[in-house]
């Protein structure tokens, strides 16, 4: 059975879940503890909430996006939501991260035209040297990835995992 509903005023008694999976939709809610604190109440003792938000990515689902975390945010709603263990892990290093981001800068080329019907003069030109570009870039992405493994701290991730336990 499906259910659409506020994710802080869910249609289930207390206690209702073993388990609840969050991925990626706390940045998009004006009141994430309020909504933390409602998935607490819907889990049953020992329960399990996993959980994963973003630290970087650009704005989207504009005007619905309102927070990036850093893991003392996300562990600080989930203490007051009344969760006791708390897990965090980061979705990779900074170099992940870059890896991510590097390629937004291809953006600066204009487009051919291909997905609104009109082709583009500026984008046939440059598309040689965009290819070139996104070939480098792709060079590029892939020895982040590598070098990643080196970045000890991963405090400046891509993002963050977390478990926690009611």
Not at 16 to 41: D, I, M, N
Not at 97 to 123: C, D, H, N
Request: net charge positive; glycine share 8%.
């Amino acid at each position: 059975m499906d259910y659409i509903a506020p994710l802080d005023d869910l249609p289930f008694e207390d206690s209702s879940f073993e388990a609840v999976l969050c991925t990626q939709v706390l940045e998009h809610l004006e009141r994430p503890g309020k909504a933390v604190k409602e998935l607490y109440r819907v889990l049953k003792p020992g329960g399990k909430l996993f959980l994963t938000a973003p630290m970087a990515h650009k704005e989207h689902q504009v005007p619905y996006d309102f927070y990036r975390y850093t893991s003392f945010g996300l562990k600080s709603i989930c203490k007051n939501a009344g969760f006791s263990e708390i897990t965090i892990t980061p979705f990779g290093g900074m170099f992940t991260r870059w890896a991510y981001e590097f390629p937004k800068m291809l953006s600066v080329f204009p487009g051919i035209g291909i997905k609104t019907g009109k082709l583009q003069f500026k984008g046939i030109i440059f598309l040689p040297v965009k290819v070139i570009c996104l070939f480098i870039v792709r060079i590029i992405q892939i020895s982040f990835l590598f070098i990643d493994r080196f970045d000890k701290t991963k405090d400046y991730p891509f993002g963050w995992s977390l478990i926690a336990q009611k």
